[in-house]
């Protein structure tokens, strides 16, 4: 099993900057693709970055590109999201995810994680 737990939400006013970090426990996620999902209030949750096991292709939300960017440190077994120039539409809350070991399915479905962590809120506001 895998444990994950989101870290770095908080208040931001608009522009602002925030990083996440995603701690995995448990097992080694070095072979599992890594994503960052997000939700707000009445909507569904939906895919924010993601990045490739093999390889360490990242892949965005058309949303967040140039914005955010993914990375991942395997020999700390954390992920990361860097967060740019933040919007009042990225507010909600933001939740990581590992897939099964090696999955080669898709990176964009929620669909394609096996493991999600409890979520981390950020809100951006003046």
């Known amino acids: 099993q895998v444990q994950l737990v989101e870290s770095g939400g908080g208040l931001v006013q608009p522009g602002g900057s925030l990083r996440l970090s995603c701690a995995a426990s448990?097992?080694?996620?070095?072979?599992?693709?890594m994503g960052w999902f997000r939700q707000a209030p009445g909507k569904e949750r939906e895919f924010v970055a993601a990045?490739?096991?093999?390889?360490?292709?990242?892949y965005y939300a058309d949303s967040v590109k140039g914005r955010f960017t993914i990375s991942r440190d395997n020999a700390k077994n954390t992920m990361y999201l860097q967060m740019n120039s933040l919007k009042p539409e990225d507010m909600g809350s933001y939740y990581c995810?590992?897939?099964?070991?090696?999955?080669?399915?898709?990176?964009?479905?929620?669909?394609?994680?096996?493991?999600w962590g409890q979520g981390t809120q950020v809100t951006v506001s003046s």
């Open positions: 448990g097992r080694t996620v070095s072979s599992s693709n």
């Open positions: 990045i490739y096991w093999s390889g360490g292709g990242t």
């Open positions: 995810a590992a897939s099964t070991f090696r999955y080669s399915g898709s990176l964009y479905s929620t669909a394609g994680y096996a493991y």
